[in-house]
């Protein structure tokens, strides 16, 4: 394996403001409500400590149903379809953060539950686009997309390749304390992964899942595979 060096952002800013959190989180212009919702942004903003991190790899073997990235193989025939013609990819996680769950709330009160979630995400959606804008700045990419694995329908990329795609990783843990469990979810669960590429084509993973009234789509569903 090639130079194994992962590139930590771990210090993104997080901004929002009590509208746009009510307004996200649909919460009712009551006094009570309202007051728990600015003394829980309040805190989130004070904790909150939103990661990225990413390496620049290359590929070293491609076929029809398989792409080897620096040794390791992803079998994914979409996966070789959209690397077709491109030599380098960057594996990468982005996350809410750890510091998040550690805001003292009563977890049996749904309310605060919700809007700790929608605030994890707030954050998750920061951590990834700061990513990829940084990505974009500074590798000279004009235009990029990404794939996760377990995004779209299964048999895209099944998540079960999470594997390989931490062993390209390094001690996530240690770097921005992210563990995948055996089940290959990841925990924070505010956290995602795949791999960026350049593109000369807008493509979006979710013209590849069918799932209805997902809050974070961000393409319509394009049906099976061509």
């Not at 996966?79 to 550690?102: N, Q």
Request: charged residues 25%.
């Amino acid at each position: 394996m090639s130079n194994f060096t992962v590139h930590v952002l771990d210090h993104i800013p997080f901004n929002v403001n009590f509208k746009e959190l009510a307004r996200k989180a649909h919460v009712p212009a009551e006094k009570e409500l309202e007051e728990k919702t600015g003394k829980l942004l309040n805190m989130a903003l004070e904790a909150a400590s939103p990661k990225a991190l990413f390496r620049v790899c290359y590929i070293t073997d491609r076929k029809e149903d398989k792409v080897t990235v620096e040794g390791v193989k992803f079998k994914s025939s979409l996966l070789s379809e959209k690397l077709s013609g491109v030599e380098r990819v960057f594996p990468y996680l982005a996350t809410c953060g750890t510091e998040l769950d550690k805001i003292p709330i009563d977890r049996n009160d749904f309310m605060s539950e919700y809007l700790l979630d929608v605030i994890k995400e707030m954050a998750l959606n920061t951590a990834r686009k700061h990513l990829r804008n940084y990505l974009k700045e500074n590798l000279g990419l004009k235009k990029i997309a990404y794939m996760s694995p377990g995004s779209g329908e299964y048999h895209f990329w099944p998540i079960q390749q999470q594997r390989e795609l931490f062993s390209l990783l390094g001690d996530t843990r240690k770097l921005v304390g992210v563990t995948l469990t055996e089940s290959f979810l990841m925990i924070p669960n505010k956290t995602v992964s795949g791999l960026f590429f350049p593109t000369e084509v807008t493509f979006e993973t979710c013209e590849l899942c069918s799932r209805e009234n997902c809050p974070s789509r961000k393409a319509p569903f394009k049906g099976k595979m061509p």
